[in-house]
């Protein structure tokens, strides 16, 4: 089964632009979390969609946002980029069906806002 | 003070000697707990996922969970230098939200 997909791997913006980026989950899969990481911050939880719905949010503010497609894909938009949403940003994907579920990452999209 | 501390490391060993990671957390919510690796500028990879307190055993790794100290571990055995990575700790409660520590380097030298 193939895993976790993210385009594209790497991205160079400059401060100001906007950034979309996309992560095709595990087949069977309809749950998808989108983390950031930092060196000084480490991984930290930016939002959940399941089933086209945004399910849980983290302590990110309102230039983050996502969306999910009905095959499960996700895209996570990032608008009037600064120098600190500089990092790797992570896709993970679940089944979300049983408690006991857990999830599984993608590769990840590395962004340098210059 | 962070929800989930982890030991930031550099832990260097020798190849063949016994890792031990840990995690201590505060939040009771937390009911599984889970241990990944992530090689230099790849994404994190699942190695252990525990529910209940006790042990775990997969290989050359088992993960241990002490709910009534807040405090998980993870070991490695036969330590090999393919083993070098940063190995963080996530726990969740109810919800899908993973919480994760700061991650422990680990250097395993031949």
């Known amino acids: 089964k193939a895993g976790v997909t993210q385009t594209p791997r790497y991205l160079i913006k400059t401060r100001g632009q906007q950034v979309t980026l996309s992560c095709s989950p595990i087949?069977?899969?309809?749950?998808v979390s989108w983390y950031q990481q930092t060196p000084g911050q480490g991984l930290q939880f930016l939002f959940e969609?399941?089933?086209?719905?945004?399910?849980n949010k983290g302590n990110f503010p309102g230039r983050f946002s996502g969306r999910q497609f009905s095959n499960s894909r996700s895209e996570m938009n990032v608008s009037t980029l600064e120098l600190g949403d500089s990092a790797l940003y992570l896709c993970?994907?679940?089944?979300?069906?049983?408690?006991?579920?857990?999830?599984?990452f993608g590769p990840g999209t590395r962004l340098t806002v210059l | 003070q962070k929800e989930v501390e982890q030991d930031p490391g550099p832990l260097s060993v020798p190849e063949g000697a016994i890792v031990s990671l840990n995690c201590t957390y505060s939040?009771?919510?937390?009911?599984?707990f889970m241990w990944y690796r992530q090689y230099s500028r790849k994404g994190p990879e699942l190695l252990m996922y525990?529910?209940?307190?006790g042990n775990k055993e997969d290989g050359r790794f088992t993960a241990q969970v002490d709910k009534s100290s807040k405090y998980i571990s993870l070991f490695i055995r036969d330590s090999q230098p393919s083993d070098s990575a940063t190995y963080l700790c996530?726990?969740?409660?109810?919800?899908?939200?993973?919480?994760f520590g700061g991650g422990t380097r680990l250097m395993v030298k031949p």
């Open positions: 525990t529910y209940s307190s």
């Open positions: 996530a726990m969740r409660g109810a919800g899908n939200m993973l919480t």
């Open positions: 993970a994907s679940s089944l979300r069906e049983v408690s006991t579920d857990t999830q599984y």
């Open positions: 939040n009771s919510a937390f009911q599984y």
């Open positions: 087949s069977g899969h309809r749950s």
């Open positions: 969609y399941f089933s086209e719905t945004q399910r």
